[in-house]
């Protein structure tokens, strides 16, 4: 029996368990279902980060495009998207580099694009839909590019 003064300083005895068995299948079934509901979760952030990740095109003017034309100085094809660093003379004859963001490596492969489809030096022509800041740099699409000599980027399949 516990006294007044055991009870008051929260010092209480264990408790005896007879007579109490425990399911250990349903215990087991709980937990795996508590476990897959977890990995499911993870999964699921997992693969909506990368979508979460992705920007959106606001930053580039769709609605007035520009036309380009300028030497390649890199051409990154890298993920997840690729950039054509490109140096534009500018009507006062200076000269600006561009950084131009395109579809990822991947998508150019399915239009038939390589790492050497442009190489620095070449001389290219395109139109892109610039930043809306005013610096220098715009997004380009494989259908609005070719050689400053008219010749396609590439010749699709």
Request: hydrophobic share 40%; glycine share 10%.
């Given at each position: 029996?516990?006294?007044?003064?055991?009870r008051?300083?929260?010092?209480?005895?264990?408790?005896?368990?007879?007579?109490?068995?425990?399911?250990?299948?349903?215990?087991?079934?709980?937990?795996?279902?508590?476990?897959?509901?977890?990995?499911?979760?993870?999964?699921?952030?997992?693969?909506?980060?990368?979508?979460?990740?992705?920007?959106?095109?606001?930053?580039?003017?769709?609605?007035?495009?520009?036309?380009?034309?300028?030497?390649?100085?890199?051409?990154?094809?890298?993920?997840?998207?690729?950039?054509?660093?490109?140096?534009?003379k500018?009507?006062?004859?200076?000269?600006?580099?561009?950084?131009?963001?395109?579809?990822?490596?991947?998508?150019l492969?399915?239009?038939?694009?390589?790492?050497?489809?442009?190489?620095?030096?070449?001389?290219?022509?395109l139109?892109?839909?610039?930043?809306?800041?005013?610096?220098?740099?715009?997004?380009?699409?494989?259908?609005?590019?070719?050689?400053?000599?008219?010749?396609?980027?590439?010749?699709?399949?």
């Amino acid at each position: 029996m516990i006294g007044k003064s055991a009870r008051q300083y929260g010092k209480l005895p264990q408790a005896r368990l007879t007579g109490f068995s425990i399911d250990n299948d349903r215990v087991e079934a709980h937990m795996r279902r508590q476990l897959m509901a977890i990995l499911a979760g993870g999964v699921f952030v997992a693969t909506a980060s990368g979508a979460l990740a992705h920007h959106s095109f606001a930053m580039f003017d769709l609605e007035n495009p520009v036309e380009l034309t300028g030497e390649v100085v890199e051409f990154k094809f890298t993920s997840p998207h690729t950039f054509i660093i490109l140096k534009v003379k500018g009507t006062d004859g200076s000269f600006s580099t561009w950084s131009l963001e395109g579809q990822s490596p991947s998508a150019l492969v399915r239009d038939g694009w390589s790492s050497k489809a442009i190489n620095p030096g070449d001389a290219i022509m395109l139109t892109v839909s610039p930043l809306r800041s005013g610096a220098p740099g715009g997004a380009w699409t494989t259908n609005k590019i070719k050689f400053q000599d008219n010749r396609p980027i590439v010749v699709s399949h």
